[in-house]
């Protein structure tokens, strides 16, 4: 069974408490289409666990076959600078079909970002080593496809559909 590489730390994306007595973090691709199933999954998932719960966020695009994912992640990383990670996160998701800089330069309006700062942060790629870094990480993690969930620094193998996380978050909580 693989291990996270790097542990859940400070500068991670996380949602919820982070003192929780589960963590729950995926490796993910905005253009992913299994990760777009997964995303409302996610959603549930920690809405079933409540503060017992916290989960994470980490970059893992397939460049080779997602040409947006990349870009979409350096979007959420800009996001995430200005206090917005997770509304960004969540709008890549609920736009998945639509990526690119058209997209990418609506959401950040609508979330009253500035479009001249990302537009700047994009051409000089301000955020691509964060993206990398993440990457790495799940490399070194045993990351080969997406998504990919580790559960409690332990990947999880199995579905990851409602029913099959929450069993295993259950497992990792006994």
């Not at 949602?15 to 999954?41: F, K, M, R, W």
């Not at 893992?60 to 995430?80: C, K, M, S």
Request: glycine fraction near 8%.
């Amino acid at each position: 069974m693989s291990k996270l590489s790097i542990e859940v730390n400070a500068d991670d994306h996380i949602q919820g408490n982070s003192t929780a007595e589960c963590s729950l973090v995926e490796y993910g691709d905005y253009e992913c289409p299994h990760c777009g199933t997964a995303y409302p999954i996610v959603k549930r998932v920690q809405k079933h666990f409540g503060k017992r719960l916290s989960f994470v966020f980490r970059n893992f695009p397939l460049t080779q076959i997602h040409p947006w994912a990349e870009p979409a992640a350096e979007v959420a990383e800009f996001a995430g600078v200005h206090g917005k990670f997770w509304e960004m996160h969540d709008l890549l998701f609920e736009n998945q079909e639509n990526l690119g800089e058209t997209l990418f330069l609506n959401l950040a309006d609508k979330l009253d970002l500035s479009t001249a700062q990302l537009q700047t942060a994009k051409a000089s790629q301000t955020y691509r080593s964060r993206v990398r870094a993440d990457f790495s990480g799940g490399a070194r993690s045993g990351v080969n496809g997406t998504p990919t969930f580790f559960i409690n620094g332990r990947r999880h193998n199995g579905p990851f559909d409602f029913d099959s996380l929450s069993e295993a978050i259950e497992l990792a909580l006994r």
